[in-house]
């Protein structure tokens, strides 16, 4: 269904879902348009923060806070999400909620309930080889042609520090290596039997052995076979006793793709000695020199294309240092327990929110180097959160002395945008045995409201949850929907239903400001996100009463029992465009932009096209697509088919690599 999207006043957005005196005094043709001070009085904004009443008025603090440029876009590991940490830890304390995480001080002594942070780095619960995230501290580098004096290079100029490279400080003569394959197609044995390399600085190049016009020799098409990956180049000569390696980009491949490698690029893979990569045009002057023939790189390449060959180079010398750390960026989630009561209160209700968002746009954001402000992703449901924890601790107050009722957890969760990270540690680390983990209830991107509808997902992981949660959600008034196709797992509560805990994730939608700058706290709807805060307020309090606990299935909604839910869908390639709508659910995906140099710029495609088929697949929406564009490889090719001035076309796209 299309969404009309309509940039309203702030005061209009508080008030949408209300039937109020503003809006009966709405003017007619006859007459102009109402002051609004003759209507609110001198603090219109007040009065009618006042009319919608104290939550809405709470949650719009929340929401105006959480969203402000001052945090930065919450990136994770970022000091903007340190302070939205801390902002949620203290109002935590205000509402005199207990801490709840552990803590060990210098003798590991540990004191339970004593942290309301929970820390972990991201790259540990990756647990994927070469996920660390790398810092170069420092690097020189300094050549010598024969006897003559060391000359400087300049970093990021000359060449760069690679992400696999070590600490250490090396100096000796080069050997060229080929593109140090050990072992590749036809044969191709890169290093001969015996060859040592001690105490030398191997000079390989990137990719592998390439035709005349600078293609691959070995994929058949325009990509790279899986010979050219870099880290076994390093690790062959390692192998071999090099002291240090040098990476040199091939000359003669179309396109430009002689700019050097960036750390974070090439972090797969540690090892111990430098690891560096050479500008072409450093690297040709230095081989041309140091080779007892003067041959250029280009003769060289054209060498090893043909056959293997270890050739060594006498004339000139290099002398390297790098320092690199690899301690990993921390992040943490945020805890507080609303302690139980009775016989009940071992077992744990967890209320959650994701609070991380994109950044400057460096974790998934859709335009870099700009703030993306987050208001509904994620928090609008950071601000229902905090409310549910304010109105829940009233309600347990006025419990009475012999009541049985369970703990609540609040859970505000950091690297969300990372693949669930921290619902996932949460899950695998959590403060009692998950077994006494009894419901997680997930709100994620509550904030948008429209025509009344909220989707509810995860109605089918219990025994009778559905039956169950009829009653709330007519009382709440919503039109209920279903999530959209492929969504269930995207969320924290994904974590929880992995590990045998029924949930229930809350979602108003997709929307153009998806991941985007322009996801400001002016769009959101202050009173359909109070209103879910309180459905879920009010759930949480039955479940966390009733006798009997929901009885788990391992059903995530789309008609097949599973043993765990899909994962965050992450894509190996870049097709190039930013979609015109993230909420269509139908008609295809219309390009709002296309980025020059992607694939889809490539195969022709342009801003205003409608793409409707992905090969035979036919796509009414982004979640008809995601699925297929995270099953894609590097080097695919795919027919597209797509609308052009209502005219059907297609073209054939050749799928380029994430960040290419």
């Known amino acids: 269904m299309h969404t009309t999207r309509s940039r309203l006043t702030l005061a209009s957005l508080l008030a949408c879902s209300l039937t109020t005196a503003v809006w009966a005094q709405a003017p007619t043709e006859s007459e102009p348009a109402p002051n609004p001070v003759d209507l609110l009085g001198e603090a219109p904004l007040a009065a009618l923060l006042d009319r919608l009443g104290e939550d809405v008025a709470l949650y719009d603090m929340h929401i105006t806070t959480l969203a402000n440029p001052f945090f930065e876009g919450r990136g994770a590991t970022t000091i903007g999400s340190e302070r939205a940490a801390d902002y949620i830890t203290f109002y935590f304390e205000q509402l005199g909620l207990t801490p709840a995480f552990p803590e060990a001080d210098d003798d590991e002594t540990i004191t339970p309930n004593a942290s309301y942070s929970q820390l972990f780095a991201p790259s540990e619960v990756r647990k994927r080889r070469g996920a660390r995230p790398v810092k170069v501290l420092g690097s020189e580098a300094s050549i010598r042609i024969s006897d003559n004096e060391w000359a400087q290079l300049i970093p990021d100029l000359d060449y760069s520090v690679l992400g696999c490279s070590g600490t250490a400080e090396v100096e000796g003569q080069l050997v060229f290596v080929g593109y140090s ?23 390989a190049l990137r990719y592998e052995p390439l035709n005349e016009d600078g293609s691959s020799k070995w994929s058949g098409d325009d990509s790279w076979s899986m010979y050219a ?119 744990i209700v967890v209320i959650g929110a994701h609070f991380d968002h994109a950044g400057y746009g460096q974790y998934g954001g859709r335009v870099q180097d700009t703030i993306h402000p987050g208001a509904d992703d994620n928090a609008s449901g950071t601000s229902a959160l905090l409310l549910a924890a304010a109105r829940l601790s009233e309600a347990y107050g006025d419990l009475a002395d012999d009541a049985n009722a369970r703990s609540i957890l609040f859970l505000g969760f950091s690297a969300e945008e990372w693949g669930l990270l921290g619902s996932r540690y949460y899950a695998a680390n959590p403060i ?172 022709g495609l342009q801003a205003g096209d409608i793409m409707t088929h992905w090969g035979e697949t036919k796509l009414g929406s982004m979640e008809d697509w995601m699925p297929l564009l995270a099953a894609a490889k590097p080097g695919d090719k795919v027919m597209v088919t797509y609308i052009r001035d209502g005219e059907s076309h297609t073209t054939e796209v050749t799928l380029k690599a994430a960040g290419g």
Not at 186 to 198: K, M, N, S
Not at 511 to 538: C, F, K, W
């Open 181 to 203: 394959i050990s072992a590749g197609a036809d044969g191709y044995l890169g290093y001969p039997p015996g060859t040592d390399l001690e105490g030398k600085i191997a000079v």
């Open 229 to 347: 990956q870099l880290e076994p180049k390093v690790s062959a000569a390692v192998r071999r006793g090099a002291s240090a390696v040098i990476i040199v980009t091939p000359p003669g491949i179309p396109g430009d793709t002689a700019q050097l490698a960036t750390a974070s690029e090439t972090a797969q893979g540690e090892f111990e000695i430098p690891v560096i990569m050479l500008s072409q045009e450093r690297a040709d002057f230095l081989l041309s020199k140091a080779d007892p023939e003067g041959r250029s790189l280009l003769e060289l390449r054209k060498i090893v294309d043909e056959s293997p060959a270890i050739i060594d180079m006498p004339g000139a010398a290099i002398r390297l240092s790098t320092s690199v750390d690899r301690t990993p960026d921390m992040t943490r989630n945020v805890g507080a327990i609303l302690q139980g009561k009775g016989d009940l209160a071992g077992e």
């Open 432 to 603: 009692v045995p998950i077994e006494d983990h009894v419901f997680m209830f997930n709100m994620d991107m509550v904030g948008r409201v429209r025509e009344n509808a909220i989707m509810v997902g995860g109605q089918s992981t219990a025994e009778g949850l559905a039956d169950w949660l009829a009653p709330f959600l007519e009382k709440a008034d919503f039109d209920t929907k279903p999530l959209p196709r492929g969504i269930f797992g995207r969320s924290d509560h994904a974590s929880f239903f992995q590990k045998g805990v029924p949930c229930l994730f809350f979602f108003s939608g997709f929307h153009d400001e998806y991941h985007a700058p322009g996801d400001v706290s002016t769009l959101i709807n202050r009173v359909g996100a109070v209103r879910v805060s309180t459905m879920v307020q009010e759930m949480a309090l039955a479940l966390a009463t009733q006798p009997d606990r929901p009885v788990f299935v391992k059903d995530d909604g789309t008609g097949r029992s599973t043993e765990e839910p899909p994962q965050r869908q992450r894509s190996n390639v870049r097709f190039g465009v930013q979609p015109g709508s993230y909420d269509a659910t139908s008609g295809g995906i219309t390009f709002e932009r296309v980025f020059p140099g992607t694939s889809a710029a490539d195969a």
